[in-house]
């Protein structure tokens, strides 16, 4: 049985969408707000982050430097803004 690939996606206009922090297939953290199954673009302003292979955290719309380390924020907000 082939296990289904799931996609991180960032869109950065649904800033009320939690963010979710995931390892890829490589074990580098990605973040996004939208998990789908098809690496298709789900929506006009979507950017598709990568594959999805192990979930790590979830938050709600306020993140803050006390949640996750320093550089893993501004990397974050890199993504998001």
């Not at 979930?55 to 803004?81: A, C, R, S, W």
């Given at each position: 049985?082939?296990?289904?690939?799931?996609?991180?996606?960032?869109?950065?206009?649904?800033?009320?969408?939690?963010?979710?922090?995931?390892?890829?297939?490589?074990?580098?953290?990605?973040?996004?707000?939208?998990?789908?199954?098809?690496n298709t673009n789900c929506?006009?302003?979507g950017k598709c982050i990568?594959?999805?292979?192990?979930?790590?955290?979830?938050?709600?719309?306020?993140?803050?430097?006390?949640?996750?380390?320093?550089?893993?924020?501004?990397?974050?907000?890199?993504?998001?803004?």
């Open positions: 049985m082939s296990k289904i690939e799931k996609y991180l996606w960032l869109n950065s206009d649904e800033n009320k969408l939690p963010i979710m922090i995931y390892l890829d297939e490589k074990g580098n953290k990605i973040y996004g707000n939208i998990i789908t199954n098809t929506s006009k302003n990568g594959i999805a292979r192990t979930h790590l955290n979830t938050f709600q719309t306020n993140v803050g430097l006390t949640d996750i380390k320093p550089h893993e924020y501004l990397k974050m907000m890199e993504l998001i803004h």
